[in-house]
């Protein structure tokens, strides 16, 4: 593993790390508060942060508002065997 500073005076920095010593290489970018921005992994695939919303969208499906109260215990309905969610 190896930390580079983007060397500029963003604070930005990079993590390059190997899960094992043949996987391919991944990088990990992080913001001055040492929040991930960006994770790109060995494979081509990369991870972002994204919201709830952006998250939604992209999936194109209805989420629940997060300030909705939560059901009670007599409302929830069991999972069914397959484990999927009724809708």
Same mark, same amino acid.
């Given at each position: 593993m190896r930390v580079v500073d983007d060397g500029d005076s963003s604070g930005n920095f990079r993590v390059y790390s190997r899960p094992s010593p043949d996987s391919p290489e991944q990088v990990t970018e992080y913001d001055r508060q040492a929040n991930i921005t960006r994770r790109l992994l060995g494979e081509g695939r990369e991870v972002v /942060?994204?919201? $709830?919303?952006?998250?939604?969208?992209?999936?194109k499906i209805d989420l629940?508002?997060?300030t909705a109260a939560p059901k009670s215990p007599e409302q929830e309905q /069991?999972? /069914?065997?397959?484990? $999927?969610?009724? $809708?």
């Open positions: /942060p994204i919201t $709830r919303e952006e998250l939604a969208k992209v999936w629940p508002d997060e /069991p999972l /069914p065997p397959t484990g $999927r969610i009724p $809708r």
